[in-house]
């Protein structure tokens, strides 16, 4: 057993003496034992060269509920680890659950710019049925001279959308002093592309307590992505979405190359729930139907849509936004691949806009 990963999940209630036995006897054995605390469960995650005597030794301590011996380098993240499905649910009772039954799909606009564009977004993915809502009030722009998106001031317009129908919204946070407060105005934060290996920045969301959709970075390996993912659930937070968002290839004739085998072999490898976003990994209205489809198709639990209602006019990634009109036939297109994969399209639970 040479360089094993072994995950030891203590008893509740476990007193710091007998804790710190474990961990003697683990050192004493050359390996390492760190703590963590995860999915309602202590733990002590350990490094190094073990043998089958010394995981028999430490199962039969009075602190160790059980010991999990996890090949390769991912832990937390394991399906080997925690072999069924993890559910993340965002928001509170009209919220959306991912990783279960219901398929999720969120949409709005890739930024937010103001109040009558992000009402006439929103009231058009609300109308077909769109369960959470997305607009980015901090924008990662490849160009300095691009859109900055408009800050707390976006923020703040993307939480009136939040109160007025009740959904919840996931918004990108680019740095981590700002994860307090958008964590705050928030459901669920956002890491992209560009800050997947930011590891300040997934340390700091992870201890936020708020729910994270961690995008895959556009070089990042399967691995690299999940042990990103590992950083969040080693600072204890359990309630990560993974999303395969296209990575770089030598094609130009899309934005990315939307890797779907990536969603399936993700699905494979860890318990967390994999979405896809079409519309980052196309750049391109037409592909997002199709890609949408074969996204629910091969597994994943869920979508990220760009909807722009004038999206010739918008201020950033107005060319691969959909129409409200092409939304509503994505979404009527997607109910009868999600039923024959044996999942449902997740129903709405918005307030009535009427109503405000
Ligand atoms: C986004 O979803 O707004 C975004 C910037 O996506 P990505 O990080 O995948 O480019
Ligand atoms: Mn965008």
């Not at 925690?82 to 039954?101: K, M, Q, S």
């Not at 981590?176 to 705050?184: G, Y």
């Not at 340390?203 to 399967?222: D, N, Y």
């Not at 869920?302 to 009109?325: F, K, P, Y």
Request: hydrophobic share 45%.
């Amino acid at each position: 057993m040479e360089g094993i990963i072994v995950i030891v999940v203590l008893r509740p209630h476990s007193s710091r003496e007998e804790i710190e036995s474990v961990k003697e006897i683990l050192h004493a054995h050359g390996l390492s034992a760190m703590e963590s605390s995860v999915m309602d469960s202590s733990m002590l995650i350990s490094e190094g060269t073990g043998t089958s005597e010394l995981i028999s030794i430490v199962e039969n301590l009075p602190a160790v509920e059980r010991v999990v011996v996890v090949p390769g380098v991912q832990r937390l993240t394991s399906r080997v680890f925690r072999p069924e499905n993890t559910h993340v649910r965002v928001g509170a009772l009209t919220g959306a659950v991912f990783g279960g039954p219901e398929f999720v799909v969120i949409a709005g606009p890739c930024a937010v710019e103001n109040v009558t564009q992000m009402n006439a977004a929103v009231d058009t993915v609300v109308g077909s049925g769109a369960v959470m809502l997305r607009g980015g009030a901090f924008k990662p722009r490849t160009s300095p001279y691009s859109f900055q998106g408009l800050g707390l001031a976006g923020l703040t317009l993307l939480a009136e959308q939040r109160k007025r129908t009740g959904l919840p919204v996931v918004t990108e946070v680019v740095t981590p002093k700002d994860v307090e407060f958008v964590a705050e105005e928030s459901d669920m934060l956002q890491i992209g592309t560009r800050n997947m290996q930011n590891f300040e920045l997934l340390r700091e969301a992870g201890a936020s307590g708020r729910p994270v959709l961690l995008k895959r970075g556009m070089s990042a390996t399967i691995e690299e992505w999940l042990l990103a993912a590992e950083y969040l659930l080693h600072v204890g937070n359990g309630d990560v979405v993974l999303c395969e968002r296209g990575i770089r290839s030598y094609d130009r004739s899309t934005r990315f190359t939307l890797d779907l085998s990536a969603v399936a072999e993700a699905k494979r490898l860890t318990h967390l729930p994999v979405i896809v976003d079409p519309s980052h990994s196309t750049g391109q209205p037409h592909l997002v139907a199709p890609m949408s489809l074969a996204a629910a198709a091969c597994g994943a639990d869920g979508l990220i849509i760009d909807v722009h209602t004038d999206a010739r006019n918008a201020m950033c990634d107005g060319a691969q936004a959909l129409s409200g009109e092409q939304f509503a036939d994505v979404m009527t297109r997607l109910t009868p691949v999600v039923e024959a994969v044996g999942r449902t399209m997740a129903p709405t639970r918005a307030h009535s806009l009427a109503s405000v």
